[in-house]
Structures are given as C-alpha cells and as structure tokens.
C-alpha cells in the first residue's frame, strides 16, 4: 500500500481496533510513513499518515 503513494502521499486508515492501533501506526512507520494524527471514538481508532519525503 506505501508503495503506491507519492512522496508526501496521505493515507488514512480506519476501523482500526482500539488495542491494535500502535501496532498498526509502528508497521507503517517502518515502511516510511510518518504519523499526523490519530483519533479515536470508542473502541475504534483512525490514522491519519503521510509518506516522508526523501531529503534532496
């Protein structure tokens, strides 16, 4: 799925189970994306994760 973003690329991934939800974010990190938000509403969460650029 990263693979498919642009640099800079948005990706919000929801109905993410409350107790999943760092295990998620952390494997996304690992592939290259960077957390901007994460919301939660009962025992569901939302994150909000953007590509990170490649320094010039």
């Given at each position: 799925?990263?693979?498919r973003?642009?640099?800079?690329?948005?990706l919000v991934l929801s109905g993410i189970l409350k107790e999943e939800a760092e295990?998620?974010?952390k494997s996304f990190e690992e592939e290259?994306?960077?957390q901007m938000a994460?919301?939660?509403?009962?025992e569901w969460t939302s994150?909000?994760?953007e590509r990170r650029r490649?320094?010039?």
């Open positions: 799925m990263v693979g973003l642009c640099e800079g690329g948005i295990d998620t974010r290259g994306m960077v994460m919301r939660g509403l009962g994150l909000l994760m490649e320094p010039a």
